[in-house]
């Protein structure tokens, strides 16, 4: 099915630990889109990367570093993990028109400990 | 930056009856969409309706629809005839270039 992947679905670090997570999208989306969801906080933006080539800080990207591998791959690199990391993180794709909704991935639940 | 605020973290409805979700935001800009994205147990994230804020017509998808009120800055989701189904949370979202997200309003619909 069309849509966006990531990958791994659940993750338990130790803190200090590193890892990336993985996310790709085949509907040609021009722009691409890292969340991470919190109790009572909703969806808030760490990483985007409006175009190939270009990544750009959101609303929470201390912690965080991004590579746009290619127009289909975005990955989200902790490199030293940290308990207030906790999280659900949700990759998007989307096209450039803000008209256009965003297309979810199902999700990573990553527990620091 | 825009902000958006649920207000109501928690609601419940019975089944067949009608509920409606809150939603405000603040922006400066004059053309933007706002959208409600809704998040069932299984985590996934669906989009339920959007919104153009260049029309005045409200927008609808059969069961639901919203209530756009541009000028005070509002966007609220009625939801007729509530199915089990419909138990999820709801993000009100504002998209001018990125997306923002509100923090959620979980409803529950009872039988």
């Known amino acids: 099915n069309a849509g966006v992947t990531q990958t791994p679905k659940f993750q338990v670090l130790k803190t200090g630990q590193s890892m990336t997570l993985q996310c790709a999208q085949d509907?040609?989306?021009?722009?691409m889109y890292w969340y991470r969801q919190d109790p009572g906080m909703g969806l808030r933006l760490i990483y985007y990367s409006a175009s190939e080539g270009t990544t750009d800080k959101g609303e929470v990207p201390n912690g965080y570093n991004v590579s746009r591998l290619n127009k289909r791959e975005f990955s989200l690199r902790l490199e030293s993990a940290a308990p207030s990391q906790t999280s659900v993180y949700f990759c998007?794709?989307?096209?450039?028109?803000?008209?256009?909704?965003?297309?979810f991935g199902s999700g990573t639940r990553l527990t620091v400990v | 930056a825009q902000t958006v605020t649920q207000s109501q973290p928690e609601m419940s409805v019975q089944e067949a009856e009608t509920v409606t979700l809150s939603c405000t935001y603040d922006t400066s800009e004059n053309n933007y969409y706002l959208f409600w994205y809704k998040q069932p147990p299984s985590r996934q994230m669906i989009l339920v309706i959007r919104?153009?804020?260049?029309?005045?017509q409200n927008a609808t998808e059969n069961r639901f629809s919203v209530n756009f009120q541009k000028a005070a800055k509002s966007f609220s989701l009625k939801i007729s005839d509530s199915q089990l189904g419909d138990t999820a949370m709801y993000f009100c979202?504002?998209?001018?270039?990125?997306?923002?997200f509100g923090a959620g309003t979980r409803l529950t619909v009872k039988p």
């Open positions: 979202a504002f998209r001018y270039n990125d997306m923002r």
């Open positions: 998007a794709s989307s096209e450039r028109r803000e008209f256009s909704g965003y297309t």
């Open positions: 509907m040609n989306h021009n722009s």
């Open positions: 919104q153009e804020a260049y029309k005045q």
